[in-house]
């Protein structure tokens, strides 16, 4: 079990607004704390933070060493559909690589959606059938 992920944003201004607005859309309590908030879910929790400006160059590229992508599991293929039509339609994100649809490679039945957050970090909302977490 992962205790905790600390991801490290451009600016309070659009990244902030848009971490706590997509965790507070998947369930998770948002506890602010000036340029940081935590998010939790109950089991686990995400550490949000400003970079200080000497560290944001060169800008976050998921190809380059360090985290590629961060995944929120979710208990059905329906839901990653609700969160296509409740969440990323209303906000006009657009979805990587054809949007929500099966990604049997990872497992039959694996149904997922990929974006990218105003810092092009990319996340996936998933239904994994394989794992008993929800």
Not at 108 to 116: I, L, N, Q, T
Request: some cysteine; glycine content about 6%; proline content about 7%.
């Amino acid at each position: 079990m992962i205790g905790h992920l600390g991801i490290n944003l451009s600016n309070e201004e659009t990244s902030f607004p848009f971490w706590q607005d997509l965790l507070a859309y998947l369930g998770f309590i948002i506890l602010p704390d000036g340029n940081h908030f935590d998010a939790t879910d109950g089991r686990s929790y995400l550490c949000v933070s400003v970079t200080k400006p000497e560290y944001q160059q060169p800008a976050f590229h998921r190809r380059r060493i360090g985290m590629n992508h961060i995944a929120f599991q979710v208990p059905s293929a329906e839901a990653v559909e609700r969160f296509v039509a409740e969440y990323l339609v209303p906000r006009d994100i657009e979805p990587l690589y054809g949007g929500a649809k099966e990604y049997p490679k990872y497992a039959e039945g694996y149904f997922a959606v990929y974006f990218e957050d105003p810092d092009r970090i990319k996340i996936e909302v998933a239904y994994d059938p394989t794992t008993s977490v929800l």
